[in-house]
Every structure is written in structure tokens, then in C-alpha cells.
């Protein structure tokens, strides 16, 4: 913002904004409100800059392009840490072992082997997992979902990675 320009103050945490629209969306964090929602899963955003980028999903659409191998990215941040592998750069270590992370994020996650973290709770049996990930491939054992299927014969199974185990008999 400008000096002198009209602004609207979030009063949660005191983030100024130019519009009141923008106000009103950054509200939402704070009240939970998600009124964009996905028309293939269901699955709400609070913002429609979420919605757009989480249809990328179903779209296979990867317009951040890594200059180095090629490799698309759906989202640019997620790009930004995979260059990371081509520039060797390794900005964050672990104060328990010394192991070095690209990202805090990636840190974080490794530090839970140490704290022993499993913030990711299943509803269904209460098993914990130190990633949303792992707890989503979980869940698959309660739902029965199967989602992905070899062409060549038909088989279906809950977890990408066993499509690249052995096939028995083709």
C-alpha cells in the first residue's frame, strides 16, 4: 500500500489490504470457510487461486518447466525446490544428525524420525503417520479404493508402486 490510500485492517492479525474483497477472503482462514469447490472430487479451497491450481490434478496440466531436465511442475514453489537438486543447494540441516534439507519443509518432515511426530491421524483406526501422504495411502485399506489398474490385464491395486512389482503372469 501506498501512503495515503484507503486500506482495511484484518483485525486477527492486523494484515492490511487495498480491497475489501481481499479482506473478506483472508477472513476465511480464520472462520474456515472454503466456498470454491472442485466439480470432479468435491474437495473445498477458500481461495479460487487454490481451486485453479489444485485442477491441475486432474488435468495433468505442469506449466512450471525445470530448464535443466525438463521436468513439469503443476505449482512453481514446487519447481523452486526441485531445482534445487541441479544447483546442489542444501540450505537447511538437521541440529539432531546433521542431515541437510533443500526446503523447511523437507526438515520438518525428517525431524519427526527423531521426535517421533505422527500428526497425521487415521479416523478409522487411529494409526498416526508423519506425512499427509502416507496417511492418504493408508486409508485405502479402509475404503477398499483401488486406483490404479494395469492395461494390460485389468488388475487394480491401492498403491501406485505395486504397478512395478512383478507381474505374475501376463
Known sequence: LHAGENSQKCSECGKSFSQSFNLLTHLWVYTGERPYDCGECGKSFGESSS???HWRVHTGERPSMCWECGKGFSVRS?????????TG????????CG????SSLDLLKHQRA?????PFCC??????????????THRHIHTQERAFERPECGKSFSRSSHLTRPKRSH
Do not use: V
Open 123 to 136: 479416523p478409522d483406526c487411529g494409526k498416526g503417520f508423519t506425512h499427509n501422504f502416507s496417511l492418504l
Open 114 to 118: 527423531h521426535t517421533g511426530e505422527r
Open 51 to 53: 481451486l485453479i491450481t
Open 78 to 86: 514446487n519447481l523452486s525446490s526441485h531445482q534445487k537438486i541441479h
Open 99 to 102: 542431515k541437510k534439507a533443500q
Open 89 to 96: 543447494e542444501w540450505p537447511y540441516k538437521c541440529s539432531e
